[in-house]
């Protein structure tokens, strides 16, 4: 309780008062939420001492919403509005999921889109869900988890995704996050976060692969680790094969065995649930029984031995060898390069999978920390950093982007911008033109993938660039600004150069949510708890406002010598305002005021910056300078 | 405000605090590059306010902006000609020498030889020997632009280079098409 948290008087907590924050791995099958207690990372279990929750949720027709274990036990019986593997969705197509007919959800068109484009939904009892609607009730449920056995609203979180997800999944992921009501610190790559938990627990130096197969995703990332950098040299996988692909194999192998065909949603997930259980058997076990009952009575009864299960999935172990290799070759590194292989994913515990990555690599791979928990493990460890809880240790965490960013060109190509594998945060700018006298509007459409046809790679968003002077035609210089910033997320501008003019750019995501639909998610949501809702937006500025304060008074400690004394009054000003609305009720003019101070410290963030900067060059150290 | 001592107005190579010349110290730039990342890296601001998170991310992107253009052996060299004043015209310049434009054709054939066969060994092969003339062609440009300050030939082993870099995108995706 939060009454129990007493400080003692004398031994203020400030400015290194413990934030709460939490790392999230939001997977296919299961997710998980840890955080760092004591300097040591731990799992967060629920009430009955469980750590992984199934990322299942079931909704029911008066409108409630089961999540986990519960809604799992009811995945057959009401197969249609119990949603597993939500993840496989997210950020795609109607177009993008095969064997739509195998499958026992109902699917609908996004709305307003064109059929078969946009981010499919679900039909359900309870109405048409999104599959970030979907996600965000499985990110309530470990938030609320976390919040009870941390004894405070968090500060934030960080959410793992899979380091090959493209800009629509990840942008997904992301908004679920925010329907959930959390603060996303970071989106961070599972394989990354697994390479912390890995390194930091063994002090590990050198070249490292991260062999990453899920539920549903496939990762291999190879990073540089030196010195407290991690560095990720290559990514490369498929965000379309995991431990499901698995399961529908053996799936397929009882349809077959027994002559069955087009099962209702019911039995299909019955005998899914059986195959899964039947893989997860024979990682320890020759072979396999599997009995299981139909709804017309029909009963099945197979045994499957370890050696069918390896023949019948030997293309989807070899499946995976295919963006090893690719990541290798990106890092223009040989196998002899790399000092460990670290396997992550519970589906790394087939046995056919480990023998596999050993052949390889020619080493065994590294199993020694539990490959379900590592990723939520590194995940916290990453969010308690970007909290600001510093510890002794401090580490440097370089990432990439996986795949190319590009624009359509003339004849349906696809000409790169932004490679793979460049580090982030990265930008590039690419100047346009007119082609029309007197035209005032331009459309860029952004794709994704290696591809060399705009239509073999993914579509991330049309910009309609408006508002450009009237100029003959190719006198107009119009430069686009693509930034992807350290969440991998892309964000574009324009300019026009010769006149100065910023275009405006309105962006219609081909699969992600436009922000009027995460608004009306968020009303929806919250409108049983308005009154709620604003005690906690109150609470909320409330604290922000005096984390900020209490960061330019630090600032103003340390680097106070940076400003002259009109800049300094300008700034204590504007602090003095932000505290007198602290005591009104009125959380915007709190936003307000905060803003305010916010806008009058960049200046002085920047000669800050420099100054560290300055610094470093003449051989200071770091840790001496005190940037936070 | 203190104008600051140090600013990203400076060119790449006084970011990281090397000399400005083709041949550089890797080590000292890989290791400054870690060092200005642990300063400016959006993950160190994350609990700071926007405007700081803002700057940060610009900075940050300016660094790794810097930092592949100097690690590049040909981007280096285009950028510190570009200081120089002197202009590349790898788009417009197209005359290049007989030989050279001899030789990339039959490259080009047998890179493309290689993926129709799927011949990764042949590949190796190729991609050992553009390895091998690309560092020549490295070095000469280091000695026209450090030792010579010959700037016009540097340019055209600057547009050679180009040439070369486009082979090895080419034996890349010969690599992944075979893959596939």
Same mark, same amino acid.
């Given at each position: 309780?939060?009454?129990?948290?007493?400080?003692?008087?004398?031994?203020?907590?400030?400015?290194?008062?413990?934030?709460?924050?939490? +790392?999230?791995?939001?997977?296919?099958?299961?997710?998980?939420?840890?955080?760092?207690?004591?300097?040591?990372?731990?799992?967060?279990?629920?009430?009955?001492?469980?750590?992984?929750?199934?990322?299942?949720?079931?909704?029911?027709?008066?409108? +409630?919403?089961?999540?986990?274990?519960?809604?799992?036990?009811?995945?057959?019986?009401?197969?249609?509005?119990?949603?597993?593997?939500?993840?496989?969705?997210?950020?795609?197509?109607?177009?993008?999921?095969? &064997?739509?007919?195998?499958?026992?959800?109902?699917?609908?068109?996004?709305?307003?889109?064109? /059929?078969?484009?946009?981010?499919?939904?679900?039909?359900?009892?309870?109405?048409?869900?999104?599959?970030?609607?979907?996600?965000?009730?499985?990110?309530?449920?470990?938030?609320?988890?976390?919040?009870?056995?941390?004894?405070?609203?968090?500060?934030?979180?960080?959410?793992?995704?899979?380091?090959?997800?493209?800009?629509?999944?990840?942008q997904a992921t992301k908004d679920a996050a925010r329907l959930a009501g959390l603060n996303v610190l970071r989106l961070l790559n599972e394989p990354t976060a697994a390479a912390i938990a890995y390194g930091l627990d063994n002090a590990a130096e050198g070249i490292y692969a991260v062999y990453d197969l899920g539920g549903g995703t496939f990762d291999i990332s190879i990073l540089r680790l030196s010195r407290g950098v991690f560095e990720v040299l290559a990514?490369?996988?498929?965000?379309?094969?995991?431990?499901?692909?698995?399961?529908?194999?053996?799936?397929?192998?009882?349809?077959?065995?027994?002559?069955?065909?087009?099962?209702?949603?019911?039995?299909?997930?019955?005998?899914?649930?059986?195959?899964?259980?039947?893989?997860?058997?024979?990682?320890?076990?020759?072979?396999?029984?599997?009995?299981?009952?139909?709804?017309?009575?029909?009963?099945?009864?197979?045994?499957?031995?370890?050696?069918?299960?390896?023949?019948?999935? /030997?293309?989807?172990?070899?499946?995976?060898?295919?963006?090893?290799?690719?990541?290798?070759?990106?890092?223009?590194?040989?196998?002899?390069?790399?000092?460990?292989?670290?396997?992550?994913? +519970?589906?790394?515990?087939?046995?056919?999978?480990?023998?596999?990555?050993?052949?390889?690599?020619?080493?065994?791979?590294?199993?020694?920390?539990?490959?379900d928990k590592v990723v939520a493990l590194g995940a916290a460890i990453q969010a308690n950093l970007l909290a600001g809880n510093r510890g002794g240790d401090d580490w440097l965490l370089l990432d990439v982007i996986p795949l190319s960013l590009g624009i359509e060109t003339m004849g349906g190509l696809a000409e790169k911008i932004i490679p793979r594998n460049s580090t982030i945060p990265t930008a590039r700018a690419q100047e346009f033109t007119t082609y029309k006298d007197g035209q005032t509007a331009m459309s860029i459409h952004v794709v994704q993938g290696e591809r060399e046809l705009v239509n073999d790679c993914r579509s991330l968003a049309k910009f309609e660039l408006r508002g450009i002077p009237p100029m003959v035609a190719g006198a107009a210089r119009i430069r686009v600004t693509f930034q992807v910033d350290a969440d991998g997320l892309l964000n574009v501008s324009a300019r026009e150069m010769s006149s100065g003019i910023e275009a405006a750019v309105a962006v219609k995501p081909s699969y992600g949510?436009?922000?009027?639909?995460?608004?009306?998610?968020?009303?929806?949501?919250?409108?049983?708890?308005?009154?709620?809702?604003?005690?906690?937006?109150?609470? &909320?500025?409330?604290?922000?406002?005096?984390?900020?304060?209490?960061?330019?008074?630090?600032?103003?400690?340390?680097? +106070?010598?940076?400003?002259?004394?009109?800049?300094?009054?300008?700034?204590?000003?504007?602090?003095?305002?932000?505290?007198?609305?602290?005591? /009104?009720?009125?959380?915007?003019?709190?936003?307000?005021?905060?803003?305010?101070l916010n806008d009058a410290t960049v200046g002085f963030a920047q000669a800050r910056m420099n100054k560290g900067v300055a610094l470093v060059l003449t051989g200071k150290n770091i840790a001496e300078l005190g940037v936070k | 405000m203190h104008p600051a001592s140090f600013n990203f107005q400076q060119n790449h190579f006084q970011l990281f605090g090397l000399a400005q010349s083709c041949q550089i110290d890797t080590a000292q730039l890989e290791q400054q590059y870690h060092a200005l990342q642990a300063l400016v890296h959006p993950d160190k601001s994350t609990h700071l306010p926007d405007a700081e998170q803002r700057v940060a991310m610009q900075r940050a992107t300016l660094v790794n902006e810097a930092y592949q253009t100097l690690r590049s052996p040909l981007r280096r060299a285009r950028y510190l000609l570009s200081l120089y004043g002197v202009d590349t015209q790898e788009e417009t310049n197209t005359v290049m020498p007989l030989d050279f434009l001899m030789e990339q054709m039959e490259w080009r054939e047998a890179v493309s030889e290689a993926r129709q066969a799927r011949d990764e060994a042949a590949l190796a092969q190729l991609e050992a020997r553009l390895q091998r003339e690309t560092r020549e062609l490295e070095a000469q440009l280091a000695v026209k632009i450090d030792a010579k300050k010959d700037y016009a030939a540097a340019a055209g082993l600057v547009r050679k280079l180009r040439f070369m870099e486009k082979l090895a995108e080419e034996i890349h995706a010969a690599y992944d098409a075979i893959d596939t």
């Open positions: 309780m939060a009454l129990l948290q007493i400080s003692e008087p004398g031994l203020s907590t400030l400015p290194h008062q413990h934030r709460l924050a939490v +790392g999230i791995d939001l997977g296919t099958t299961n997710s998980l939420v840890a955080t760092v207690r004591n300097g040591i990372s731990v799992v967060l279990n629920d009430e009955n001492g469980r750590a992984m929750l199934p990322s299942v949720v079931r909704y029911l027709a008066d409108g +409630g919403v089961v999540v986990g274990e519960a809604a799992q036990a009811m995945q057959s019986e009401d197969a249609a509005n119990t949603i597993v593997s939500v993840k496989r969705f997210m950020g795609r197509g109607l177009k993008d999921v095969g &064997e739509i007919s195998r499958s026992p959800y109902r699917f609908a068109d996004a709305p307003g889109s064109e /059929q078969g484009s946009g981010m499919l939904q679900l039909r359900t009892v309870a109405g048409v869900k999104s599959p970030v609607e979907v996600s965000a009730e499985i990110l309530k449920v470990l938030r609320s988890r976390a919040e009870a056995a941390l004894g405070g609203e968090l500060v934030g979180a960080v959410i793992t995704v899979p380091a090959y997800f493209d800009d629509a999944q990840r990514a490369n996988g498929d965000s379309a094969l995991g431990g499901d692909d698995f399961d529908q194999r053996i799936h397929c192998w009882l349809l077959e065995r027994n002559r069955l065909s087009a099962l209702g949603p019911q039995d299909t997930r019955r005998l899914l649930t059986h195959a899964r259980a039947a893989k997860e058997q024979l990682t320890e076990h020759a072979e396999a029984h599997i009995t299981a009952v139909l709804s017309n009575g029909e009963v099945i009864d197979n045994v499957l031995t370890r050696d069918e299960f390896q023949a019948m999935s /030997q293309n989807l172990v070899e499946h995976t060898l295919q963006p090893l290799r690719r990541a290798l070759r990106d890092a223009k590194l040989g196998v002899a390069d790399i000092k460990g292989v670290v396997m992550v994913g +519970g589906a790394t515990r087939m046995p056919q999978v480990q023998h596999a990555v050993e052949e390889f690599f020619g080493q065994t791979p590294l199993t020694n920390l539990d490959p949510l436009a922000d009027a639909e995460i608004t009306r998610m968020l009303q929806e949501s919250t409108q049983h708890a308005q009154n709620d809702m604003q005690a906690r937006a109150m609470r &909320e500025q409330q604290t922000e406002a005096e984390q900020l304060l209490e960061a330019v008074q630090h600032a103003l400690e340390l680097d +106070g010598d940076l400003l002259n004394q009109a800049e300094r009054t300008q700034i204590e000003t504007q602090m003095g305002m932000l505290r007198n609305t602290l005591q /009104q009720a009125d959380h915007l003019a709190i936003k307000r005021a905060a803003t305010a | -």
